[in-house]
């Protein structure tokens, strides 16, 4: 197994970008595809976006699409969020998560099916 790490968030104001890091602690994440999410205090957390094992296929929250982008470098171990044209509505705590199968071409995975989880970083978008 291996850890996950976010970084990179911070404040950000509305309509500006920001890219966010995910960093795994060994090159075995290299086998899994990448989800990440956000969550808002009271909120259930939402899928964003995941990208997949050699970077063959992403998909997108459409809340997201055209937006934010996803991409990994596994000769880094790492994958990133890329998010530009922000809104205070993308305000939360960020998170990467490993999953071994691909889910869907079309939609996102459910949260319960990430089997390791990054600690979060957190993102706000204000004036």
């Known amino acids: 197994q291996f850890q996950l790490v976010e970084s990179g968030g911070g404040l950000v104001q509305p309509g500006g970008s920001l890219t966010i890091s995910c960093t795994a602690s060994k090159k075995s994440v290299n086998r899994y595809n990448i989800g990440w999410f956000r969550q808002v205090p009271g909120n259930e957390r939402e899928g964003v976006g995941t990208?997949?094992?050699?970077?063959?296929?992403?998909v997108y929250a459409p809340s997201v699409k055209g937006r934010f982008t996803i991409t990994r470098n596994n000769t880094k171990n790492g994958a990133y969020l890329q998010m530009n044209n922000l809104t205070p509505e993308d305000t939360g705590v960020y998170f990467c998560a490993a999953f071994s199968n691909w889910f869907s071409d079309y939609v996102l995975p459910p949260s319960d099916l990430m089997e390791i989880w990054g600690q979060g970083t957190r993102v706000t978008v204000s004036s």
């Open positions: 990208i997949s094992t050699r970077s063959e296929s992403t």
